[in-house]
């Protein structure tokens, strides 16, 4: 079984702090990757994708892969209320599947 | 408006009763996919379609039917509907599958949160 592991939390974080998120996976054939955010109640929305190692960022968003570790994080800047949401790592291991892990429940506290 | 639409957003059910929860997009993709999502677990995939009459299993397709008669629509069926089945259930659509870059993103529809009694 493929899998993606996530810190449930909640991660709990001033406003204006670095909140890092974390994720390992599995199967070191992964191609993709990707954090989507969902807000209590509404459906998940991507928000960044990275594909080969190193940074990628956007805006207050940052994406690191390490495939030689098997994880990715991300990392939200200037963090804002707004961004108090769970936020899901998802994998495709170059197969037609997305695997996603639990999430983690970020909380900025303003 | 780009949407993935689904239908109904809450639905109660008694077990073995048989419910289809209808998923539709309006953005030509090709590729679309049914979740559930359960506490602690995460999204877990269902079904998948990669185009007209292709489908195929993702980790939890137990007790699930699919079929995609057309490039829009890929209705969820439970035929005999169980309590395990409870859960909240996502369709998503994409441009194309996985492994060939800026077509990966995927949308989701509202949900349908479904109780089996």
């Known amino acids: 079984q493929k899998e993606v592991e996530q810190n449930s939390g909640p991660l709990s974080v001033p406003e204006g702090a670095i909140a890092s998120l974390n994720c390992t996976y599995s199967d070191r054939g992964s191609q993709s990757f990707f954090w989507y955010r969902q807000y209590s109640g509404k459906s998940p929305e991507l928000i960044m994708s990275i594909y080969s190692n190193g940074d990628k960022e956007d805006g207050r968003f940052t994406a690191q892969l390490n495939k030689a570790s098997q994880y990715v994080s991300l990392l939200i800047r200037d963090s804002q209320p707004s961004d108090s949401a769970t936020y899901l790592c998802a994998v495709n291991n170059a197969g037609n599947m997305l695997t996603f892990g639990g999430g983690t429940r970020l909380m900025v506290k303003p | 408006e780009a949407q993935v639409t689904q239908n109904p957003r809450y639905l109660i059910t008694v077990t073995g009763k048989k419910l289809t929860v209808t998923c539709s997009q309006n953005?030509?993709?090709?590729?679309m996919s049914w979740y559930r999502q359960d506490p602690g677990l995460g999204l877990r995939q269902i079904y998948y379609?990669?185009?007209?009459?292709?489908?195929d299993k993702g980790d939890v397709p137990e007790g699930y039917k699919v079929s995609r008669k057309e490039k829009r629509n890929f209705p969820l069926i439970l035929e005999s509907p169980s309590p395990n089945q409870t859960s909240l259930y996502f369709c998503?659509?994409?441009?194309?599958?996985f492994g060939q870059g800026q077509g990966e993103k995927l949308f989701f529809g509202s949900g349908t949160q479904l109780s089996v009694l």
């Open positions: 379609s990669m185009n007209v009459e292709v489908t």
């Open positions: 998503a659509s994409s441009l194309w599958a």
């Open positions: 953005m030509n993709h090709e590729y």
